[in-house]
């Protein structure tokens, strides 16, 4: 069941970065202007920190009581957008059923899944299906239909296109962009997981769509960034189709990304493309051989 009032989550997380940041807060107002929300809910803010005793708070004065905890903060998924909410839903439901041509998925399930109602879901069902892999039928029903080699190369071919474009402009990021500091945490999620592979390998498809899609959004491109959807959805099925020497491919893929990640950080675009593209070609060669192998 999803969470509700996510815009209220997440701005208080961000609040808390904030007081942590700071030796106080601004006004009402200005804290407002600054987490971008209402007054409304800016109060409302005001009183869980109050709550949690992290500030004394009286009408106009509030006063640092405590720096905030980890465990002050909601977790990530509650903040997380109800787009994307129901994408990850979409993807579990799929996933756990196999991602077999022919599978059902009924728009009200998973709606019920989610905790939403069925026009949100309907919305991002519409817009999916655009790419010719799911189709509508009857009585809020869809179908998940297959992919071939031709789609898959298509695909890889606009994916090779936007990526490297992408990558150039996170290089391009000026010093102090919240990006960077994105991208140390996603090389800390790396070597851990690199470091515990036996155990983890199978949790790297999420990484993997964590670490691209922080590339992506670098490019400030909404046509980009809303193509993602298609490419998440593609590349992570070969990852449960063909399950082969998962563990190696994996951690091969991990310190692909790893030296991604130092190629970005040295922010010479030469070094950059050369990695986009060692990376992107191992991850085209994985997806059609999962496509001709679907049963291994």
């Known amino acids: 069941m999803a969470k509700q009032n996510t815009v209220f989550k997440d701005a208080f ?5 904030l007081v942590a940041e700071s030796e106080g807060l601004p ?13 409304t809910t800016v109060r409302a803010i005001l009183e869980r920190l109050k ?6 708070w ?7 009581l405590r720096p905030p905890r980890p465990s002050d903060f909601f977790p990530a998924e509650e903040t997380s957008s109800l787009s994307d909410i129901i994408e990850r839903s979409f993807m579990r439901r799929i996933l756990a059923g196999g991602a077999e041509p022919g599978m059902q998925i009924n ?11 069925t026009t949100s879901v309907r919305e991002f069902l519409i817009r999916f299906s655009r790419f010719g892999l799911i189709e509508k039928r009857p009585n809020s029903h869809w179908v998940l239909k297959g992919f071939t080699r031709e789609f898959a ?17 996170f290089a391009a990021l000026p010093e102090d962009h919240p990006a960077w500091r994105d991208l140390a945490e996603m090389e800390a999620l790396h070597r851990d997981m690199l470091a515990n592979i036996d155990t983890r390998y199978r949790d790297f498809s999420e990484l993997d ?4 899609l922080l590339v992506h959004r670098s490019s400030s491109n909404r046509f980009i960034i809303d193509f993602y959807d298609i490419i998440t959805i593609v590349f992570h099925y070969h990852y449960q189709w063909n399950k082969a020497n998962d563990r190696e491919r994996n951690a091969r893929a991990v310190e692909e990304h790893l030296d991604y990640i130092a190629a970005l950080k040295t922010r010479d675009p030469a070094k950059v493309e ?17 496509i001709q192998q679907p049963d291994a």
């Open 27 to 39: 006004s009402e107002l200005e804290l407002g202007t600054t987490l971008g929300v209402s007054r």
């Open 274 to 290: 050369q990695a986009c593209r060692r990376h992107l070609r191992s991850a085209r060669e994985t997806l059609l051989q999962s």
């Open 107 to 117: 728009e009200l399930e998973l709606a019920r899944d989610i905790g939403t109602g």
């Open 51 to 56: 709550a949690l005793e992290i500030i004394a």
């Open 153 to 169: 190369l298509e695909l890889t071919e606009i994916r090779e296109m936007f990526e490297l474009r992408s990558a150039a402009g």
């Open 209 to 212: 769509e964590r670490f691209h």
């Open 13 to 17: 997380n961000r609040c808390l970065t």
């Open 58 to 64: 009286d009408k106009r004065s509030k006063a640092m």
